[in-house]
């Protein structure tokens, strides 16, 4: 299966160093939206789908508050209908979707592709549609309430390295796979893609800089910590998932590849 890597918005937030870029706190540290297209048997399968053309169009949709914060670029070069187009497919040939998690930044892009069934965690779509009160900023209406077809994955499948998982596509493939790893939000999960050189493990936003995982060991800059502890919905599930994260990456690192969706520095490298 053919991987793209695309980054699907950059958010332009301020911090400098302290939020893994560099300089004072008034530079940006720039971030990205990373999102697969995968050309697999059974049509385009899309991981995330980062900020939507609505959402370039009309910016009130992704919230003040997350505008605010992360200062998103808006560009429509960079949402995933007008990369898939100018990588010379149809927008129809988008079969499935499958969201890591359904945070206005990962589920932008879900309405722009009509013939996709969206396979995300039963645990996630219900948090998203039955939303708590620190819940209800996180979750746009504007952007889910337009999705043509859902497909709720409930828990209970195989076991991945350890991971339970499930199988996100229907008719018993087994190459790209849902694994739960909540903390972030209620139903967060990583999606793992078989691909020749092993397997990639797109960890959403289970961490959000590379030094969370490094085998090595390390932390991510201050500015990052604080930001995960306050979006997150289960701070002990969030801690323990990074840290089985990190044991994968030393124990496996040579079969499977980790990535997360913010990380500038993991994007390039896949792009290289
Ligand atoms: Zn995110």
């Not at 020749?196 to 990052?224: K, M, N, Q, S, T």
């Not at 919905?233 to 990456?249: E, G, I, P, S």
Request: charged share 25%; hydrophobic share 40%.
């Amino acid at each position: 299966m053919r991987i793209h890597h695309l980054n699907c918005g950059t958010m332009c937030p301020r911090g400098g160093a302290w939020f893994g870029g560099k300089g004072g706190p008034w530079a940006t540290a720039p971030m990205c939206c990373h999102c697969l297209l995968i050309e697999s048997d059974d049509g385009l399968v899309l991981v995330d789908s980062g900020i939507g053309v609505d959402d370039v169009a009309d910016p009130s949709r992704l919230g003040f508050l997350f505008t605010a914060l992360t200062r998103p670029r808006l560009q429509i070069g960079e949402t995933a209908l007008r990369q898939i187009a100018d990588l010379g497919f149809r927008i129809d040939d988008v079969r499935h979707i499958v969201p890591t998690h359904l945070d206005m930044d990962h589920a932008g892009g879900l309405a722009d592709f009509p013939a996709a069934t969206v396979h995300v965690h039963a645990v996630e779509l219900r948090a998203a549609k039955e939303p708590t009160f620190r819940e209800r900023e996180r979750y746009r209406h504007a952007q889910l309430s337009r999705v043509a077809k859902w497909d709720p994955i409930t828990v209970g499948g195989d076991r991945w390295f350890g991971f339970e998982s499930v199988r996100a596509l229907p008719g018993g493939r087994d190459d790209v796979l849902l694994v739960p790893l909540p903390g972030h939000s209620r139903g967060h999960c990583g999606v793992a893609v078989r691909t020749e050189a092993g397997w990639l493990l797109h960890c959403g936003d289970a961490y959000f800089h590379r030094a969370e995982v490094a085998p090595a060991g390390g932390r991510a800059p201050g500015g990052i910590r604080v930001f995960e502890s306050l979006v997150n919905v289960d701070r002990a599930a969030r801690l323990a998932n990074q840290l089985r994260l990190k044991t994968l990456n030393r124990e496996r690192g040579d079969e499977i590849r980790l990535i997360s969706s913010h990380d500038p520095v993991e994007f390039a490298a896949c792009r290289g």
